[in-house]
Protein backbone atom coordinates (compact mmCIF):
# COMPACT_ATOMS: atom_id res chain seq x y z
CA UNK A 1 0.00 0.00 0.00
CA UNK A 2 1.20 3.47 -0.75
CA UNK A 3 -0.05 5.70 2.95
CA UNK A 4 -0.49 9.11 3.43
CA UNK A 5 0.65 9.84 7.30
CA UNK A 6 0.62 13.34 8.90
CA UNK A 7 2.61 13.59 11.97
CA UNK A 8 5.23 12.02 10.85
CA UNK A 9 8.03 13.99 12.93
CA UNK A 10 6.60 13.69 16.19
CA UNK A 11 6.72 10.43 18.18
CA UNK A 12 3.85 8.33 17.15
CA UNK A 13 3.86 9.95 13.40
CA UNK A 14 8.06 8.49 13.38
CA UNK A 15 7.37 5.33 14.65
CA UNK A 16 4.54 4.21 12.79
CA UNK A 17 6.64 5.38 9.65
CA UNK A 18 8.80 3.13 10.55
CA UNK A 19 6.66 0.11 11.09
CA UNK A 20 4.94 0.93 7.60
CA UNK A 21 8.19 0.83 6.01
CA UNK A 22 9.82 -2.25 7.64
CA UNK A 23 6.44 -3.92 6.90
CA UNK A 24 7.00 -3.46 3.07
CA UNK A 25 4.64 -0.30 2.42
CA UNK A 26 5.29 2.92 0.42
CA UNK A 27 4.74 6.16 2.42
CA UNK A 28 3.92 9.84 1.34
CA UNK A 29 4.22 12.00 4.71
CA UNK A 30 2.60 15.59 5.01
CA UNK A 31 5.12 17.65 6.79
CA UNK A 32 5.40 21.20 7.58
CA UNK A 33 9.33 21.36 7.85
CA UNK A 34 11.41 19.04 5.66
CA UNK A 35 14.71 19.81 6.72
CA UNK A 36 13.12 18.52 10.40
CA UNK A 37 12.27 15.41 8.48
CA UNK A 38 15.33 14.84 7.38
CA UNK A 39 16.83 15.40 11.00
CA UNK A 40 14.17 12.83 12.14
CA UNK A 41 14.60 9.87 9.79
CA UNK A 42 18.49 10.47 9.44
CA UNK A 43 20.23 8.67 11.71
CA UNK A 44 17.62 5.50 10.91
CA UNK A 45 19.47 5.83 7.31
CA UNK A 46 15.81 6.68 6.16
CA UNK A 47 16.03 8.87 3.02
CA UNK A 48 14.48 9.54 -0.43
CA UNK A 49 11.22 9.84 1.47
CA UNK A 50 8.27 11.16 -0.45
CA UNK A 51 6.62 13.99 0.69
CA UNK A 52 4.28 16.94 0.68
CA UNK A 53 5.33 20.42 2.46
CA UNK A 54 2.55 22.16 4.37
CA UNK A 55 0.38 21.88 6.86
CA UNK A 56 -2.35 19.68 8.01
CA UNK A 57 -5.16 23.30 7.56
CA UNK A 58 -3.46 23.41 4.16
CA UNK A 59 -6.29 22.51 2.38
CA UNK A 60 -4.26 22.25 -1.02
CA UNK A 61 -1.18 20.79 0.55
CA UNK A 62 -3.58 17.84 2.20
CA UNK A 63 -5.49 16.88 -1.33
CA UNK A 64 -1.71 16.57 -3.27
CA UNK A 65 -0.45 14.52 -0.36
CA UNK A 66 -3.67 12.30 -0.68
CA UNK A 67 -3.06 11.91 -4.53
CA UNK A 68 -2.56 8.18 -5.58
CA UNK A 69 -2.46 6.89 -1.83
CA UNK A 70 -4.19 3.95 -0.64
CA UNK A 71 -4.48 4.52 2.99
CA UNK A 72 -4.11 6.89 5.33
CA UNK A 73 -2.56 7.69 8.96
CA UNK A 74 -3.69 10.92 10.52
CA UNK A 75 -1.56 11.60 13.93
CA UNK A 76 -0.79 15.06 13.43
CA UNK A 77 -2.07 17.18 16.22
CA UNK A 78 -1.11 20.21 17.61
CA UNK A 79 -0.68 20.03 21.95
CA UNK A 80 -0.66 23.11 23.46
CA UNK A 81 -2.14 23.77 26.94
CA UNK A 82 -1.95 27.53 27.58
CA UNK A 83 -5.16 28.83 27.81
CA UNK A 84 -4.75 32.00 25.94
CA UNK A 85 -3.99 29.27 22.82
CA UNK A 86 -7.01 27.23 23.40
CA UNK A 87 -9.21 28.40 20.72
CA UNK A 88 -6.55 28.47 18.17
CA UNK A 89 -5.66 24.47 19.52
CA UNK A 90 -8.85 23.63 18.69
CA UNK A 91 -9.35 24.91 15.52
CA UNK A 92 -6.38 23.95 14.00
CA UNK A 93 -7.02 20.05 14.98
CA UNK A 94 -10.95 19.93 13.80
CA UNK A 95 -9.80 21.45 10.52
CA UNK A 96 -7.00 19.18 10.04
CA UNK A 97 -9.23 16.12 10.16
CA UNK A 98 -11.73 17.36 8.68
CA UNK A 99 -9.02 18.21 5.80
CA UNK A 100 -6.88 14.73 6.36
CA UNK A 101 -9.73 11.93 7.44
CA UNK A 102 -12.67 13.69 5.50
CA UNK A 103 -10.54 13.95 1.85
CA UNK A 104 -9.88 10.81 2.95
CA UNK A 105 -12.90 9.44 2.83
CA UNK A 106 -14.14 11.97 -0.08
CA UNK A 107 -11.88 10.07 -2.33
CA UNK A 108 -13.03 6.43 -1.76
CA UNK A 109 -9.94 5.39 0.01
CA UNK A 110 -10.88 2.42 2.59
CA UNK A 111 -7.85 2.03 5.05
CA UNK A 112 -7.60 5.16 7.57
CA UNK A 113 -6.88 5.02 11.31
CA UNK A 114 -7.29 8.22 12.52
CA UNK A 115 -4.96 8.58 15.79
CA UNK A 116 -6.89 10.08 19.11
CA UNK A 117 -6.16 10.07 22.73
CA UNK A 118 -7.54 7.94 25.52
CA UNK A 119 -8.49 11.66 26.73
CA UNK A 120 -11.31 11.73 24.55
CA UNK A 121 -12.99 8.76 26.41
CA UNK A 122 -11.99 9.82 29.94
CA UNK A 123 -13.97 11.21 32.88
CA UNK A 124 -13.44 10.70 35.96
CA UNK A 125 -15.68 8.41 38.30
CA UNK A 126 -15.81 5.93 35.40
CA UNK A 127 -15.66 2.12 36.54
CA UNK A 128 -13.52 1.14 33.54
CA UNK A 129 -12.95 2.99 30.45
CA UNK A 130 -14.07 0.99 26.95
CA UNK A 131 -14.78 1.64 23.24
CA UNK A 132 -18.50 2.60 24.54
CA UNK A 133 -17.41 4.65 27.08
CA UNK A 134 -19.23 8.35 26.34
CA UNK A 135 -17.04 11.26 24.99
CA UNK A 136 -14.46 13.03 27.90
CA UNK A 137 -15.14 15.98 29.50
CA UNK A 138 -11.63 17.64 28.99
CA UNK A 139 -11.88 21.63 29.43
CA UNK A 140 -8.45 22.50 27.47
CA UNK A 141 -7.66 23.65 23.85
CA UNK A 142 -6.02 20.42 23.60
CA UNK A 143 -8.72 17.87 24.89
CA UNK A 144 -11.79 19.69 23.07
CA UNK A 145 -10.41 19.82 19.91
CA UNK A 146 -10.04 15.49 20.40
CA UNK A 147 -13.48 15.50 21.01
CA UNK A 148 -15.07 17.38 18.72
CA UNK A 149 -12.38 16.06 16.11
CA UNK A 150 -14.05 12.76 17.86
CA UNK A 151 -17.56 13.61 17.17
CA UNK A 152 -16.61 14.67 12.98
CA UNK A 153 -15.29 10.98 12.97
CA UNK A 154 -17.68 9.35 14.42
CA UNK A 155 -20.40 10.98 11.72
CA UNK A 156 -18.16 9.88 9.23
CA UNK A 157 -18.41 5.72 10.47
CA UNK A 158 -21.98 6.33 10.55
CA UNK A 159 -22.21 7.00 7.33
CA UNK A 160 -20.71 4.09 6.64
CA UNK A 161 -17.02 5.17 6.07
CA UNK A 162 -14.45 2.54 7.16
CA UNK A 163 -12.48 4.32 9.49
CA UNK A 164 -10.38 2.80 12.53
CA UNK A 165 -9.90 5.31 15.75
CA UNK A 166 -7.38 4.26 18.04
CA UNK A 167 -6.93 5.45 21.81
CA UNK A 168 -3.54 5.58 22.92
CA UNK A 169 -2.89 5.55 26.92
CA UNK A 170 0.30 7.31 28.10
CA UNK A 171 2.96 6.09 25.21
CA UNK A 172 6.47 5.51 26.05
CA UNK A 173 9.74 4.23 24.21
CA UNK A 174 12.71 5.11 22.65
CA UNK A 175 13.48 7.52 19.68
CA UNK A 176 11.30 10.00 20.52
CA UNK A 177 11.67 13.17 18.04
CA UNK A 178 10.86 15.39 21.09
CA UNK A 179 10.49 15.25 24.45
CA UNK A 180 6.45 13.88 24.85
CA UNK A 181 4.98 14.27 28.17
CA UNK A 182 4.77 10.54 28.94
CA UNK A 183 8.28 10.26 28.61
CA UNK A 184 9.04 14.00 30.39
CA UNK A 185 7.62 12.37 33.36
CA UNK A 186 9.96 9.03 33.72
CA UNK A 187 12.67 11.27 33.40
CA UNK A 188 11.15 13.59 35.61
CA UNK A 189 10.68 10.59 38.27
CA UNK A 190 14.49 10.00 37.73
CA UNK A 191 15.53 13.34 38.00
CA UNK A 192 13.58 14.81 40.94
CA UNK A 193 11.43 12.45 42.83
CA UNK A 194 8.38 9.96 42.00
CA UNK A 195 4.78 10.84 43.61
CA UNK A 196 2.80 7.65 45.12
CA UNK A 197 -0.53 8.79 44.92
CA UNK A 198 -3.90 6.82 44.38
CA UNK A 199 -4.56 5.11 40.93
CA UNK A 200 -1.54 4.67 38.39
CA UNK A 201 -0.41 4.51 35.44
CA UNK A 202 -1.00 2.90 32.45
CA UNK A 203 1.17 2.69 29.27
CA UNK A 204 2.07 1.37 26.09
CA UNK A 205 5.21 1.07 24.12
CA UNK A 206 5.07 3.40 21.00
CA UNK A 207 6.04 0.82 18.81
CA UNK A 208 3.29 -1.52 20.05
CA UNK A 209 0.64 1.46 18.80
CA UNK A 210 2.90 2.03 15.77
CA UNK A 211 2.35 -1.99 14.76
CA UNK A 212 -1.45 -1.95 15.53
CA UNK A 213 -2.05 0.91 13.36
CA UNK A 214 -0.26 -0.60 10.53
CA UNK A 215 -2.70 -4.09 11.44
CA UNK A 216 -5.88 -1.78 11.03
CA UNK A 217 -4.79 -0.55 8.21
CA UNK A 218 -3.49 -3.71 6.22
CA UNK A 219 -7.28 -5.33 7.79
CA UNK A 220 -9.01 -2.36 6.18
CA UNK A 221 -10.34 -2.26 9.76
CA UNK A 222 -13.11 0.47 11.01
CA UNK A 223 -14.56 1.22 14.57
CA UNK A 224 -12.68 1.99 18.06
CA UNK A 225 -9.62 0.64 19.16
CA UNK A 226 -8.31 1.38 22.78
CA UNK A 227 -4.34 0.89 22.74
CA UNK A 228 -3.62 0.43 26.22
CA UNK A 229 -0.73 -1.73 27.18
CA UNK A 230 -0.74 -2.55 30.62
CA UNK A 231 -1.73 -0.27 34.19
CA UNK A 232 0.57 -0.04 37.07
CA UNK A 233 -0.63 1.42 40.61
CA UNK A 234 1.95 3.91 41.17
CA UNK A 235 3.63 1.64 43.87
CA UNK A 236 4.37 -0.96 41.64
CA UNK A 237 5.82 1.71 38.72
CA UNK A 238 8.56 2.93 41.34
CA UNK A 239 8.91 -0.87 42.37
CA UNK A 240 9.68 -1.84 38.76
CA UNK A 241 11.89 1.53 38.01
CA UNK A 242 14.02 0.48 41.18
CA UNK A 243 14.33 -2.91 40.18
CA UNK A 244 15.11 -2.42 36.31
CA UNK A 245 17.54 0.48 37.06
CA UNK A 246 19.31 -0.90 40.47
CA UNK A 247 18.60 2.04 41.99
CA UNK A 248 16.48 4.01 44.51
CA UNK A 249 14.04 6.90 43.75
CA UNK A 250 13.46 9.89 45.62
CA UNK A 251 9.54 8.56 46.54
CA UNK A 252 7.35 11.13 47.88
CA UNK A 253 3.64 10.02 49.40
CA UNK A 254 1.41 12.51 48.09
CA UNK A 255 -2.59 12.25 49.44
CA UNK A 256 -5.03 12.57 46.36
CA UNK A 257 -6.25 16.09 47.78
CA UNK A 258 -2.80 17.46 48.13
CA UNK A 259 -1.82 16.72 44.42
CA UNK A 260 -5.02 18.38 43.51
CA UNK A 261 -4.02 21.51 45.43
CA UNK A 262 -0.63 21.28 43.60
CA UNK A 263 -2.05 21.15 40.44
CA UNK A 264 -3.65 24.06 41.05
CA UNK A 265 -1.21 25.73 42.05
CA UNK A 266 0.69 24.67 38.74
CA UNK A 267 -2.12 25.85 36.77
CA UNK A 268 -1.89 29.61 38.45
CA UNK A 269 2.37 29.68 38.03
CA UNK A 270 1.77 28.55 34.36
CA UNK A 271 -0.47 31.83 33.66
CA UNK A 272 2.10 34.22 35.32
CA UNK A 273 4.98 32.56 34.20
CA UNK A 274 6.84 30.45 31.95
CA UNK A 275 7.21 27.45 33.49
CA UNK A 276 7.80 23.78 32.12
CA UNK A 277 6.52 21.71 35.14
CA UNK A 278 4.43 18.56 34.58
CA UNK A 279 2.39 19.48 37.79
CA UNK A 280 -1.38 20.72 36.24
CA UNK A 281 -4.73 20.17 37.50
CA UNK A 282 -5.09 17.91 34.34
CA UNK A 283 -2.50 16.05 35.08
CA UNK A 284 -3.02 15.00 38.40
CA UNK A 285 -6.62 14.53 38.03
CA UNK A 286 -5.30 11.67 35.01
CA UNK A 287 -2.12 10.81 37.71
CA UNK A 288 -5.37 10.41 40.88
CA UNK A 289 -8.42 9.01 39.32
CA UNK A 290 -7.27 7.11 36.44
CA UNK A 291 -8.96 3.70 35.85
CA UNK A 292 -8.24 0.91 33.55
CA UNK A 293 -7.89 1.01 29.92
CA UNK A 294 -9.87 -2.22 28.41
CA UNK A 295 -7.52 -3.31 25.42
CA UNK A 296 -9.74 -6.51 24.51
CA UNK A 297 -10.90 -5.59 21.18
CA UNK A 298 -7.15 -5.20 20.23
CA UNK A 299 -6.32 -8.02 21.75
CA UNK A 300 -9.17 -9.94 20.24
CA UNK A 301 -9.66 -8.56 16.92
CA UNK A 302 -5.81 -8.55 16.29
CA UNK A 303 -4.71 -11.55 17.95
CA UNK A 304 -2.39 -8.83 19.55
CA UNK A 305 -0.09 -9.38 22.56
CA UNK A 306 1.79 -6.46 24.25
CA UNK A 307 5.28 -6.23 25.10
CA UNK A 308 6.41 -6.52 28.59
CA UNK A 309 6.19 -3.17 30.32
CA UNK A 310 10.15 -4.19 31.57
CA UNK A 311 11.10 -4.03 27.90
CA UNK A 312 9.14 -0.68 27.12
CA UNK A 313 10.82 0.41 30.54
CA UNK A 314 14.32 -0.67 30.24
CA UNK A 315 14.43 0.78 26.12
CA UNK A 316 12.88 3.89 27.38
CA UNK A 317 15.61 4.78 30.28
CA UNK A 318 18.08 3.61 28.18
CA UNK A 319 17.42 6.21 25.48
CA UNK A 320 16.28 9.14 28.03
CA UNK A 321 19.90 9.06 28.72
CA UNK A 322 21.44 8.32 25.51
CA UNK A 323 19.82 11.90 24.61
CA UNK A 324 21.01 13.68 27.31
CA UNK A 325 17.52 14.07 29.71
CA UNK A 326 18.84 11.82 32.60
CA UNK A 327 21.91 10.48 34.48
CA UNK A 328 24.43 7.85 33.81
CA UNK A 329 23.46 6.07 37.05
CA UNK A 330 20.36 5.40 36.05
CA UNK A 331 21.66 3.06 33.25
CA UNK A 332 24.45 1.61 34.46
CA UNK A 333 23.16 -1.55 35.07
CA UNK A 334 21.47 -1.53 31.84
CA UNK A 335 24.43 -1.03 30.00
CA UNK A 336 26.57 -3.73 31.32
CA UNK A 337 28.53 -2.72 34.34
CA UNK A 338 26.70 -5.08 36.26
CA UNK A 339 27.32 -8.30 34.62
CA UNK A 340 24.41 -10.17 36.65
CA UNK A 341 21.63 -7.85 36.34
CA UNK A 342 18.47 -9.87 34.91
CA UNK A 343 17.80 -6.11 32.82
CA UNK A 344 21.23 -6.68 30.45
CA UNK A 345 19.21 -9.20 28.46
CA UNK A 346 17.11 -6.56 27.27
CA UNK A 347 19.35 -4.23 25.79
CA UNK A 348 18.72 -5.19 22.04
CA UNK A 349 15.35 -6.48 22.42
CA UNK A 350 12.52 -4.38 20.59
Avoid at 26 to 33: A, Q
Wanted: net charge negative; with cysteine.
Amino acid sequence: MRVMVTGCTGFVGFHTVMALLAAGHEVCLGVRNPAKMRRVFGPFKVEGLDYVMGSITDEAAVSKALDNCDAVVHSAAMVNLDAKQADFVRRTNVRGTELVVGGAVERGIESIVYVSSITALFTPGLDRLTEDSPLGTSDNGYGQSKVESEKYVRDLQEKGASIAVTYPTATLGPDDPGLTEPNRGIAHFLNFMFYETTSGMQLVDVRDLADIQVKLLEGGKTGRYIVGGHFLPWKELADLMEEITGEKLRRVPMPRRLMHMCGSIGDTLKKHVYSNHPITREAVTYATDWVVADNTRVEEELGFEFRDPRITLADTIRWLNEAGHIDWKWVKSLSGESPENPWMDLKNRT
